[in-house]
């Protein structure tokens, strides 16, 4: 039998499985596109419209997020869409591939499937073969719908090349991390830790690419996720980054390959520390045991954050710097002026930043408290009921240490952005102060209370709703995140916990909108307390 024997089963056999986790990812980003476009004329259809956000793109601020585009000539609706549009779907496009590469082959051999399927006549890089095609079909295939919406929303400026290049090269972007996915599932020997390894080199990325588009943009191109801004769709279409994209992608697949043939089914590179022959004292509860098997998980999501913070923080001395803090500026508007209004401007970022830190903070305690679900559906927690163990304490355990890391995980943060940011200025007077950072931190607790809370409440009461949590803050990063620049109404804004409280910094802590949140966050854990303690428990 070929080593790649039954390849055509096995990719059937994975789209069966993952038909409804295909089908949701094709429709959001598909429609999310289309939407868009088909919107974009009516927010930036006319001169005056263009030319104003055309300003606000080009300030690093904004650069910083959503990268650095080139304007040349009469600037149309369809080169501010590309603008706004890229980076931010090639970033979901990423996450999406990432998630699909892990759950295909590492996490699929944690649970002992890929063995049952290697016990019979199957070649031995079946497996990792069919995770590849299927990553393949699914980029493929959102392509596909990307340049026939685009095509279909026919903005103005837009060109057929164009439309098919964002299509494409957005594709080839998230085939490219997929692979990287396929080859950290090689690496390590377990799904946590291959997902860890690939967010690290994605994040690493995204810094490589926000750093060098505020400073040093010609350097931009040494990130595979910069590339997917030097498309330039529609004033300079360039193919040049779909063909090192997809280079790339062989490249990482065919290493992928080799080091699944080296190894041991089970097993990786990166191999799992052995425990102690005697357990510790402190091993004596379900804290400990949460800890002691998702330190790994945790400690790194801690660390990343705060090192991504960080390196936003390291635009600040450019961001600060718009109005040119030189003797000139200084003797038309005098001193006290200028550094106020770069402190305006810092504040202004920070306050952004901080909403988009919450989300991602929020990230590592919700897998945390979802995951009390899985480990329940699995069947490891039989031998903790087993135990005079009771729901409630085992259930708080999850809870309490998911809320510690997402509320460490978001004050690291936004004091990497801050402490870097103050420490890169020029000019230390013009940098966000002690009083408005905590500020800043405790406006935005209760929105990352109120998201882990509604993820008690879905696993205590229904558990197999609980992926509405990743739908309700992906809902809530998207209006925060693209809000203003889609002009979406307020009502939008506002159905997600990030839109309830104002802009601080900007504006100072509400402090009975703060007081109402954390109530509400009280009442979702109380009621998903009780749901918990009294359905069914699912056990394999």
């Given at each position: 039998?070929?080593?790649?024997?039954?390849?055509?089963?096995?990719?059937?056999?994975?789209?069966?499985?993952?038909?409804?986790?295909?089908?949701?990812?094709?429709?959001?980003?598909?429609?999310?596109?289309?939407?868009?476009?088909?919107?974009?004329?009516?927010?930036?259809?006319?001169?005056?419209?263009?030319?104003?956000?055309?300003?606000?793109?080009?300030?690093?601020?904004?650069?910083?997020?959503?990268?650095?585009?080139?304007?040349?000539g009469k600037v149309t609706t369809a080169e501010i869409f590309a603008n706004e549009m890229l980076l931010f779907?090639?970033?979901?496009?990423?996450?999406?591939?990432?998630?699909?590469?892990?759950?295909?082959?590492?996490?699929?051999?944690?649970?002992?499937?890929?063995?049952?399927?290697?016990?019979?006549?199957?070649?031995?890089?079946?497996?990792?073969?069919?995770?590849?095609?299927?990553?393949?079909?699914?980029?493929?295939?959102?392509?596909?719908?990307?340049?026939?919406?685009?095509?279909?929303?026919?903005?103005?400026?837009?060109?057929?090349?164009?439309?098919?290049?964002?299509?494409?090269?957005?594709?080839?972007?998230?085939?490219?991390?997929?692979?990287?996915?396929?080859?950290?599932?090689?690496?390590?020997?377990?799904?946590?830790?291959?997902?860890?390894?690939?967010?690290?080199?994605?994040?690493?990325?995204?810094?490589?690419?926000?750093?060098?588009?505020?400073?040093?943009?010609?350097?931009?191109?040494?990130?595979?996720?910069?590339?997917?801004?030097?498309?330039?769709?529609?004033?300079?279409?360039?193919?040049?980054?779909?063909?090192?994209?997809?280079?790339l992608a062989l490249i990482l697949l065919a290493i992928a390959f080799w080091a699944n043939s080296h190894r041991?089914?089970?097993?990786?590179?990166?191999?799992?520390?052995?425990?102690?022959?005697?357990?510790?004292?402190?091993?004596?509860?379900?804290?400990?045991?949460?800890?002691?098997?998702?330190?790994?998980?945790?400690?790194?999501?801690?660390?990343?954050?705060?090192?991504?913070?960080?390196?936003?923080?390291?635009?600040?001395?450019?961001?600060?710097?718009?109005?040119?803090?030189?003797?000139?500026?200084?003797?038309?508007?005098?001193?006290?002026?200028?550094?106020?209004?770069?402190?305006?401007?810092?504040?202004?970022?920070?306050?952004?930043?901080?909403?988009?830190?919450?989300?991602?903070?929020?990230?590592p305690g919700m897998q945390l408290i979802l995951k009390l679900h899985t480990d329940e559906t699995r069947g490891?927690?039989?031998?903790?009921?087993?135990?005079?163990?009771?729901?409630?304490?085992?259930?708080?355990?999850?809870?309490?240490?998911?809320?510690?890391?997402?509320?460490?995980?978001?004050?690291?943060?936004?004091?990497?952005?801050?402490?870097?940011?103050?420490?890169?200025?020029?000019?230390?007077?013009?940098?966000?102060?002690?009083?408005?950072?905590?500020?800043?931190?405790?406006?935005?607790?209760?929105?990352?209370?109120?998201?882990?809370?509604?993820?008690?409440?879905?696993?205590?009461?229904?558990?197999?709703?609980?992926?509405?949590?990743?739908?309700?803050?992906?809902?809530?990063?998207?209006?925060?995140?693209?809000?203003?620049?889609?002009?979406?109404?307020?009502?939008?804004?506002?159905?997600?916990?990030?839109?309830?409280?104002?802009?601080?910094?900007?504006?100072?802590?509400?402090?009975?909108?703060?007081?109402?949140?954390?109530?509400?966050?009280?009442?979702?854990?109380?009621?998903?307390?009780?749901?918990?303690?009294?359905?069914?428990?699912?056990?394999?």
């Amino acid at each position: 039998m070929s080593r790649y024997g039954r390849t055509g089963q096995l990719v059937r056999l994975n789209l069966r499985r993952d038909r409804f986790r295909i089908l949701m990812w094709i429709l959001i980003l598909a429609a999310l596109m289309a939407s868009v476009a088909w919107k974009f004329e009516g927010i930036y259809g006319t001169p005056t419209e263009i030319n104003a956000i055309k300003g606000t793109l080009a300030s690093p601020g904004i650069v910083a997020m959503f990268g650095a585009f080139s304007f040349s000539g009469k600037v149309t609706t369809a080169e501010i869409f590309a603008n706004e549009m890229l980076l931010f779907m090639g970033l979901i496009q990423v996450v999406m591939n990432l998630a699909l590469s892990v759950h295909a082959t590492r996490a699929e051999e944690d649970l002992g499937i890929t063995e049952l399927v290697r016990a019979h006549a199957v070649g031995t890089l079946a497996p990792l073969s069919a995770a590849a095609i299927e990553l393949v079909l699914v980029n493929g295939l959102l392509g596909l719908l990307y340049g026939a919406g685009l095509t279909a929303a026919n903005m103005p400026g837009a060109t057929i090349q164009g439309n098919w290049l964002i299509g494409i090269g957005l594709a080839a972007a998230g085939l490219l991390f997929g692979m990287l996915g396929l080859l950290t599932a090689q690496v390590a020997d377990h799904s946590s830790s291959a997902t860890g390894l690939a967010y690290t080199l994605f994040g690493l990325s995204y810094l490589a690419q926000m750093v060098t588009d505020v400073q040093h943009p010609k350097l931009t191109w040494w990130s595979p996720l910069g590339w997917v801004e030097k498309l330039a769709p529609y004033n300079n279409p360039t193919w040049l980054p779909v063909w090192l994209s997809l280079g790339l992608a062989l490249i990482l697949l065919a290493i992928a390959f080799w080091a699944n043939s080296h190894r041991d089914l089970g097993v990786g590179a990166i191999t799992t520390r052995p425990g102690r022959k005697q357990a510790s004292v402190f091993l004596r509860g379900p804290i400990s045991l949460i800890w002691r098997r998702q330190r790994n998980v945790l400690i790194g999501w801690l660390v990343g954050i705060i090192i991504f913070g960080a390196a936003y923080g390291t635009v600040f001395n450019t961001i600060g710097d718009i109005l040119k803090t030189n003797p000139t500026m200084q003797q038309v508007f005098g001193a006290t002026m200028v550094h106020e209004a770069n402190h305006s401007i810092l504040v202004s970022f920070t306050a952004l930043l901080a909403v988009v830190m919450a989300a991602v903070a929020v990230i590592p305690g919700m897998q945390l408290i979802l995951k009390l679900h899985t480990d329940e559906t699995r069947g490891w927690l039989e031998a903790l009921y087993a135990r005079p163990l009771s729901r409630t304490r085992l259930l708080f355990s999850y809870v309490g240490t998911a809320f510690v890391t997402s509320t460490l995980a978001y004050i690291g943060g936004l004091a990497g952005i801050v402490v870097m940011g103050d420490a890169s200025l020029t000019h230390v007077k013009d940098g966000i102060s002690a009083s408005e950072f905590w500020q800043a931190a405790a406006a935005q607790l209760p929105e990352i209370w109120v998201f882990l809370a509604l993820s008690v409440l879905l696993v205590g009461c229904w558990p197999r709703l609980k992926s509405l949590s990743w739908a309700y803050l992906a809902l809530g990063f998207v209006s925060v995140y693209m809000g203003s620049l889609l002009k979406l109404p307020g009502w939008v804004k506002n159905l997600t916990p990030a839109g309830w409280m104002p802009r601080v910094p900007i504006h100072d802590v509400n402090w009975t909108t703060f007081s109402w949140m954390v109530s509400l966050a009280l009442v979702l854990i109380l009621i998903g307390w009780m749901g918990y303690r009294r359905r069914d428990l699912h056990m394999s």
